[in-house]
């Protein structure tokens, strides 16, 4: 999914629902696009690249074969991928089995390095593997933690694209009139023993599909649409992911880790060079 910032006015399918007529916006200028767009065509024209360009293809058609394709069609990848299908927390789950794999390589690389003493393999492998621990800990605490403040800025961010200052407030009254009505039933049904059918509050992209205008957009505006706003979660837990992995790990707790890991290696020394021998 592709998470952007470039908004659309989309006033050109929304004259009857907005009458401050915008110009629309266009954004095929992108002048990285266009100069990797000029580089690929260049490479593919040159009979000096011809070569690298046909052995990579060789060689990533290799791993999609002998590899990759291994691993996404076992049973235990595809266990999961039926388990958690449905999961809001997907692309979380994603992410950590990414950082799984690289932590367990860095492990496994650790224990079996024959330049390293016995002791210092097991205290740095143990080392990585609570590093880990902490930050994948930490990173869904931190996600869930900004969660609520999140889905409020991804509802601004959805009146902005349908260009409706009230968008927000006519969302929150809409779920507020629901779940005002599901308290009347449930207060009405006490001492009764059958139970009463309650209504579902609506969730944003459910709402947003209600809009005018996004019932005036053309099928693939309204897609694009609905992909911006379904994309503002996954952009949380890139940034928050991100910042743990990327940062938090690095500078607040591998550092004081491998000073604990320092300390316990020389007492450890210490203690054997004082044990008095047979």
């Not at 998470?3 to 399918?13: G, I, L, P, R, W």
């Not at 076992?74 to 266990?79: L, R």
């Not at 059958?194 to 992209?205: F, I, R």
Request: charge should be positive; hydrophobic fraction near 35%.
């Amino acid at each position: 999914m592709i998470v952007t910032f470039n908004t659309n006015s989309f006033a050109k399918n929304t004259q009857n629902y907005n009458q401050n007529k915008l110009k629309q916006q266009t954004f095929t200028g992108n002048p990285l696009q266009n100069g990797a767009d000029v580089a690929n065509e260049m490479m593919k024209d040159s009979n000096l690249f011809a070569p690298f360009l046909k052995m990579y293809d060789k060689f990533t058609d290799g791993i999609a074969k002998h590899f990759t394709s291994k691993i996404v069609n076992s049973k235990p990848i595809m266990g999961l991928a039926s388990k958690f299908k449905n999961s809001d927390n997907l692309f979380q789950h994603c992410l950590t089995i990414g950082s799984v794999i690289t932590s367990g390589l860095y492990m496994q690389k650790t224990l079996t390095n024959d330049k390293l003493d016995k002791d210092r393999k097991k205290t740095l492998a143990v080392n990585q593997g609570l590093t880990f621990a902490v930050s994948t800990f930490g990173a869904y605490g931190l996600d869930k933690y900004v969660k609520g403040w999140w889905s409020k800025l991804t509802e601004r961010f959805a009146g902005h694209l349908l260009n409706d200052n009230k968008f927000v407030e006519n969302f929150h009254k809409h779920n507020d009139e629901i779940k005002e009505a599901n308290k009347k039933l449930l207060d009405a049904a006490k001492g009764s023993s059958e139970k009463p059918l309650l209504k579902k509050t609506a969730k944003l992209e459910d709402f947003v599909k209600t809009h005018p205008a996004y019932k005036a957009l053309g099928e693939g505006e309204a897609k694009a649409l609905i992909n911006k706003i379904k994309g503002m979660g996954v952009l949380r837990t890139m940034i928050v992911f991100g910042f743990v992995y990327r940062y938090f790990v690095p500078v607040v707790v591998t550092k004081p880790a491998n000073w604990l890991c320092e300390k316990y290696l020389a007492n450890k020394k210490a203690k054997v060079e004082n044990t008095p021998k047979a």
